[in-house]
Each structure stands twice: as C-alpha cells, then as structure tokens.
Nanobody
Framework: QAQVVESGGGLVQPGGSLNLSCSAS??????TAWYRQAPGKEREFVAR????ERNYADFVKGRFTISRDGYMVYLQMNSLKFEDTAVYYC?????????WGQGTQVTVSS
C-alpha cells in the first residue's frame, strides 16, 4: 500500500500562488497526477507527470507547473482564479494500482 499525503493548500487572493506537495510513503512518484474537486462538481484532471512527460488540463496551462524532486511531486499554482477553488488530490500509480490522498483545500478568495 502507498500512503499518499498532500500538503500546501490554503487561502489565497486572486492572482496569488500556492505550491502543493505530494508524497507517498517512500515510493518514487514516477507516475503521479493531480486532480481537483470543487463543491457540487465532479473530480477533474489537473496535471500529470509520468517519467519526464508532463500533461496539463487546458484550464491550467501556463499557470500551473507539475514537477518531481525525488520522492516528492509538486504543483506550483500561479495566477490563481476564483474558479480554482477546490480540494486538490494527488493520485499515485504504484504497485500496479492507483492510490489517492485525502486532499488539500485550496480557496481563492478576496
């Protein structure tokens, strides 16, 4: 089992930045994605890093950057908008399974 832990969420004003972190109990996060779920909406894909390949949802291109540093994956979020408010989840593919964290709340508000 891989225990996935996210951190770095919080309250930020529009135009601000946050950097989310994800770790998974000692696993190297070779294939890891971020998703988000806003109130009343379905969970949606945000970004993925697999090896050196990175993919982004259209609505975050140019604003969010996913990266990996050893056993951590980061989601640098810049130019945040009201509509980025959501719980952000890290999804790790390891041991031929997908593991989810508990999520970290990101609130964009003035």
């Amino acid at each position: 089992q891989a225990q996935v832990v996210e951190s770095g969420g919080g309250l930020v004003q529009p135009g601000g930045s946050l950097n989310l972190s994800c770790s998974a109990s000692g696993f190297t996060l070779w294939d890891t994605a971020w998703y988000r779920q806003a109130p009343g909406k379905e969970r949606e894909f945000v970004a993925r890093i697999k090896g050196e390949e990175r993919n982004y949802a259209d609505f975050v291109k140019g604003r969010f950057t996913i990266s990996r540093d050893g056993y951590m994956v980061y989601l640098q979020m810049n130019s945040l908008k009201f509509e980025d408010t959501a719980v952000y989840y890290c999804n790790v593919y390891a041991l031929r399974e997908h593991f989810w964290g508990q999520g970290t709340q990101v609130t964009v508000s003035s």
